[in-house]
Nanobody
Framework: QVQLVESGGGLVQAGASLRLSCAAS????????MGWFRQAPGLEREFVAA????????YYADSVKGRFTISRDNVKNMVYLQMNSLKAEDTAVYYC?????????????????WGQGTQVTVSS
């Protein structure tokens, strides 16, 4: 069992940066690949980024490639999403998720555990 709690969301202007954090409970954190998803109002949840169990491999949606960076700290049981050059279209609720499958895992239904989400709003 893994419990996930996101933090770090907020309201920023276009061009600004935010770093989202995801705190994971449980001693098996390093056994899971981790991902970030987002869901904007009226839209389906979409893949943003994923990272392998060791942190050695990362994967990104084309829409965020070059602007967002996913990382993890297996000692602290943390996952991060550094978001730079934010755009209005990045506005969404961002979710952290854990998957027992080998990466890359792009489909949300293949993730086993989810956080409650954190709101990111980017004003233009």
């Amino acid at each position: 069992q893994v419990q996930l709690v996101e933090s770090g969301g907020g309201l920023v202007q276009a061009g600004a940066s935010l770093r989202l954090s995801c705190a994971a409970s449980g001693r098996t954190f390093s056994l899971y690949g981790m991902g970030w998803f987002r869901q904007a109002p009226g839209l389906e949840r979409e893949f943003v980024a994923a990272i392998s169990r060791s942190g050695g491999s990362t994967y990104y949606a084309d829409s965020v490639k070059g602007r967002f960076t996913i990382s993890r700290d297996n000692v602290k049981n943390m996952v991060y999403l550094q978001m730079n050059s934010l755009k209005a279209e990045d506005t969404a609720v961002y979710y952290c998720a854990a998957s027992g499958l080998p990466p890359p895992v792009y489909s949300d239904y293949k993730y086993d555990y989810w956080g409650q989400g954190t709101q990111v709003t980017v004003s233009s």
